[in-house]
Structures are given as structure tokens and as C-alpha cells.
């Protein structure tokens, strides 16, 4: 998918989360000057699109310093906010840092089942194989058949191999064979499927620290990179998400997919505020051109409908 189509089904997708926020900025300055109750209106309607208190009082602090008691239009609003979140979500768009050095930079991918993870790793290793990078994938979620044979699919279609184990075999030796193989094959990426049963939180804690253990028993330095898949569609339950991860694993860097179906893109701009970590893409359908790295500027834009 070219670029400017990209951004195009970005905003479709964000549209759902832009017509709350326009649709209620309208309702309050339609009303009033910029005055303390229409701050806390605008205040409230933030909260209530998935930025988050802290992101609101942020905002909202910024208005009252520069526009308070002043007759603003609409779009003036709207194009004031989009700088604001720009601000925000300008210091965590980040694309993944490839050190070519590696040989393979080894990436874990981490999150619950059902957020897109395995398809994910099926987008990124298309993305890198078309940037001349040798790519393994590792089906590490040996207890989900379904997990097993996508990454097969994906294998075939982007021409990368795909090492899987029996089922419901140990992924941590699983992925430490995985290891030997992609040094041996000379590959620059191994990407790493993981499990993401949440329902058993200490028995997944073991398992993913397990598989950073027998890793680092052959490389040290091992993962390299810890990328976090979240589903824009759970809005502020991303933000638990993001904790629950953080106590198991070192979580480098998110990918959010999902935004085509979204009403609640703003929480991608709570997860900047809170905990600071890079987006290095997000996705808007199931194809490979659909995931993408994440350019801030336009995300904040087709946030607000600005």
C-alpha cells in the first residue's frame, strides 16, 4: 500500500475517535468563551476519548495559559489540540532500531492473543525482507495450532523460514535451538512468537522469563528488542496491558494495530504519556502494506479531524 493510502485508511480508521472529539468540541464552544466550565467540559470529553486524565489536564493546563477567557473557533481548537498530542507522540515514534551487527538481532514479540501478535510478526518480516534483511520466525506459541499454522502461512507468503516445534513443546528450548539455527544460517532477524495467555498471569511470567533465561545461556545480550502488540480496540485496557508486560519482560517498543476498526485511537496517545515507550508502528487491516511505521504528526491530526 503507497504511503499516501496508508495515511488515508489511518484517518478513515480514526475517524470513529475524531467525530467524538469534534461532535463535543462543538457542543462546548458553540456555548461559551473559553471559560473555566468549558474547560472542564473539554477536560471531560478528553478523558472520555481514551487520552487520559493525565494527558487532559496536560492539555487542558496549555489552554488556560494561552487561551483562556478568548473567543476560539472550532478549528482553531482542534488544530491547538493536534499540536498538543503532536508534542506528546512526537518523542515515541521511533521505528525499531536493526543493528546489523547482530547476526540475528533477536526479537521477542509479546502481548495477549487475539491483538494480531503472530500476524504482526508475519507484517514485519515482509517489511524487513524488503529491506534486503534475511528473516526467521520462530512459532513459539506451541500450545495454539491456529498460532503455529498463520506463521506457516506467513512464512509462505513472505518467503521467510519458519521454525516450529511439536505441539505444546518447551518454547524456551524451542527458541534457543531457533537461535543456533538463524546464527548458523547467517540471518539478521529472528522474530520470536510468544504465548499470550493472560488468564494464567504467573504460569506466562515464567514461561516468557524462561525464554529471555535460556537465550541469554548463547547471547548475553539477548532479546534485543521486546515489541508489545496491542489492540487499539480495548482503548484504556492497553495501558494495563502495558504494565502487566512490563513486570514479565523489558518491553523496548509497542505496536498497535487494529485502528481501522477503532473508536478509541486516543489511547495510543495515553500509552505516550504514561509510559514514554516507542510505537514503532501501527496497523490498519490484515495486509502487509498495512502496517506501518508511526509518523506522530499525522496520527494527532487524524485524531482530531483537524
Same mark, same amino acid.
Given at each position: 500500500?503507497?504511503?499516501?493510502?496508508?495515511?488515508?485508511?489511518? +484517518?478513515?480508521?480514526?475517524?470513529?475517535?475524531?467525530?467524538?472529539? &469534534?461532535?463535543?468540541?462543538?457542543?462546548?464552544?458553540?456555548? +461559551?468563551?473559553?471559560?473555566?466550565?468549558?474547560?472542564?467540559?473539554?477536560?471531560?470529553?478528553?478523558?472520555?476519548?481514551?487520552?487520559?486524565?493525565?494527558?487532559?489536564?496536560?492539555?487542558?493546563?496549555?489552554?488556560?495559559? $494561552?487561551?483562556?477567557?478568548?473567543?476560539?473557533?472550532?478549528?482553531?481548537?482542534?488544530?491547538?489540540?493536534?499540536?498538543?498530542?503532536?508534542?506528546?507522540?512526537?518523542?515515541?515514534?521511533?521505528?525499531?532500531? %536493526?543493528?546489523?551487527?547482530?547476526?540475528?538481532?533477536?526479537?521477542?514479540?509479546?502481548?495477549?492473543?487475539?491483538?494480531?501478535?503472530?500476524?504482526?510478526?508475519?507484517?514485519?518480516?515482509?517489511?524487513?525482507?524488503?529491506?534486503?534483511?534475511?528473516?526467521?520466525?520462530?512459532?513459539?506459541? $506451541?500450545?495454539?495450532?491456529?498460532? !503455529?499454522?498463520?506463521?506457516?502461512?506467513?512464512?509462505?507468503?513472505?518467503?521467510?523460514? !519458519? %521454525?516450529?516445534?511439536?505441539?505444546?513443546?518447551?518454547?524456551?528450548?524451542?527458541?534457543? #535451538?531457533?537461535?543456533?539455527?538463524?546464527?548458523?544460517?547467517?540471518? #539478521?532477524?529472528?522474530?520470536?512468537? $510468544?504465548?499470550?495467555?493472560?488468564?494464567?498471569?504467573?504460569?506466562?511470567?515464567?514461561?516468557?522469563?524462561?525464554?529471555?533465561?535460556?537465550?541469554?545461556?548463547?547471547?548475553? &545480550?539477548?532479546?534485543?528488542?521486546?515489541?508489545?502488540?496491542? #489492540?487499539? &480496540?480495548?482503548?484504556?485496557?492497553?495501558?494495563?496491558?502495558?504494565?502487566?508486560?512490563?513486570?514479565?519482560?523489558?518491553? $523496548?517498543?509497542?505496536? *498497535? &494495530?487494529?485502528?481501522?476498526?477503532?473508536?478509541?485511537?486516543?489511547?495510543?496517545?495515553?500509552?505516550?504519556?504514561?509510559?514514554?515507550?516507542? *510505537?514503532?508502528?501501527?496497523?490498519?487491516?490484515?495486509?502487509?502494506? #498495512?502496517?506501518?511505521?508511526?509518523?506522530?504528526?499525522?496520527?494527532?491530526?487524524?485524531?482530531?479531524?483537524?
Amino acid at each position: 500500500m503507497a504511503l499516501g493510502a496508508f495515511f488515508a485508511r489511518l +484517518r478513515q480508521g480514526l475517524a470513529r475517535s475524531a467525530v467524538k472529539l &469534534t461532535d463535543g468540541i462543538s457542543a462546548i464552544i458553540r456555548k +461559551r468563551r473559553l471559560d473555566d466550565a468549558a474547560l472542564e467540559e473539554l477536560e471531560e470529553l478528553l478523558i472520555s476519548a481514551d487520552l487520559g486524565p493525565a494527558v487532559a489536564a496536560r492539555v487542558i493546563g496549555s489552554f488556560r495559559r $494561552t487561551r483562556f477567557g478568548k473567543e476560539v473557533s472550532e478549528e482553531e481548537i482542534r488544530a491547538a489540540l493536534a499540536e498538543e498530542l503532536s508534542v506528546i507522540l512526537a518523542p515515541v515514534a521511533q521505528e525499531m532500531p %536493526i543493528d546489523p551487527a547482530l547476526k540475528p538481532q533477536v526479537v521477542l514479540v509479546v502481548g495477549v492473543n487475539g491483538t494480531g501478535k503472530t500476524t504482526t510478526i508475519g507484517k514485519l518480516a515482509q517489511v524487513y525482507r524488503e529491506q534486503g534483511l534475511r528473516v526467521v520466525m520462530v512459532a513459539g506459541d $506451541t500450545f495454539r495450532a491456529a498460532a !503455529v499454522e498463520q506463521l506457516q502461512v506467513w512464512g509462505q507468503r513472505t518467503g521467510c523460514e !519458519v %521454525i516450529t516445534g511439536a505441539a505444546g513443546a518447551d518454547a524456551a528450548g524451542l527458541a534457543f #535451538d531457533a537461535l543456533t539455527r538463524a546464527r548458523a544460517a547467517g540471518a #539478521d532477524l529472528l522474530l520470536i512468537d $510468544t504465548a499470550g495467555r493472560l488468564h494464567n498471569k504467573s504460569a506466562l511470567m515464567e514461561e516468557l522469563r524462561k525464554i529471555v533465561r535460556v537465550l541469554r545461556k548463547q547471547d548475553a &545480550t539477548a532479546p534485543h528488542s521486546v515489541l508489545l502488540v496491542l #489492540d487499539a &480496540t480495548t482503548g484504556q485496557n492497553a495501558l494495563a496491558q502495558v504494565r502487566v508486560f512490563k513486570e514479565m519482560v523489558d518491553v $523496548t517498543g509497542l505496536v *498497535v &494495530t487494529k485502528l481501522d476498526g477503532s473508536a478509541r485511537g486516543g489511547v495510543v496517545v495515553a500509552l505516550a504519556e504514561s509510559f514514554g515507550i516507542p *510505537v514503532h508502528a501501527v496497523g490498519v487491516g490484515e495486509q502487509v502494506g #498495512d502496517l506501518r511505521p508511526f509518523d506522530a504528526a499525522e496520527f494527532a491530526r487524524g485524531l482530531v479531524g483537524a
